[in-house]
């Protein structure tokens, strides 16, 4: 099978509790420390297999080998894509079996992250998970008074829509924003405008 690597939580001595996203199902899975075991972090795309005992409701990881791109060397590409990763593992928390939609969505990006801006890639499969979800809020009005924004929105978490003057937050031209939402298409934003559209992601899904 293959997975990405969307949590790791450390139990007992070195033994870890691993949560894998395979393309329809989440698995948690139990791995022993072993100093022969190759390493796994959070991240990363792997092809596995599960051992099943009667001795645990949590089947055992083995036989991993790690599905490497270049960029996993690259600490920067890789640490925001850990962050992207970490997005996926809190809002898919409840629930084990899952819609192919997120693993090719996580693919996607995976492929891409190093032909294009990390962050632009993250933002614009955002667009698109909250598009599929149906919390995409693409008519512009003002989550606050309620009332059509034009020229400047505001955006709070999960891209919701609103005036400047009603949240007094950043804002951004209301063209582009438009452009963001209909296309999926971070081309008319800034670095800077990247940066904090960026961190409205990282607020959480
Ligand atoms: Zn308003």
Request: charged letters at 25%.
């Amino acid at each position: 099978m293959q997975g990405y690597i969307i949590n790791i939580n450390k139990v007992r001595d070195e033994d870890l509790i691993i949560t894998i996203l395979s393309n329809n199902k989440k698995y948690t899975t139990y791995r022993f420390y072993g100093a022969r075991h190759s390493t796994v972090n959070l991240g990363y795309k792997i092809d596995f297999e599960l051992q099943h005992s009667y001795k645990s409701k949590i089947p055992q990881l083995r036989n991993i080998l790690h599905l490497a791109k270049k960029w996993n060397t690259d600490r920067e590409k890789m640490y925001l894509w850990q962050q992207y990763i970490k997005l996926f593992y809190n809002h898919l928390k409840e629930v084990d079996t899952i819609d192919e939609f997120y693993f090719n969505l996580i693919e996607k990006s995976y492929q891409l992250w190093d032909k294009q801006n990390s962050k632009r890639v993250a933002i614009e499969s955002y667009i698109k998970l909250l598009e599929y979800e149906g919390r995409l809020h693409n008519d512009f009005i003002c989550f606050e008074c309620e009332k059509k924004i034009k020229n400047r929105v505001s955006l709070l978490r999960a891209f919701l829509p609103a005036h400047q003057e009603c949240v007094y937050m950043q804002s951004f031209d209301a063209l582009h924003v438009e452009e963001l939402f209909s296309k999926k298409s971070t081309l008319f934003f800034n670095d800077t405008e990247i940066q904090k559209l960026w961190l409205i992601v990282c607020e959480g899904f």
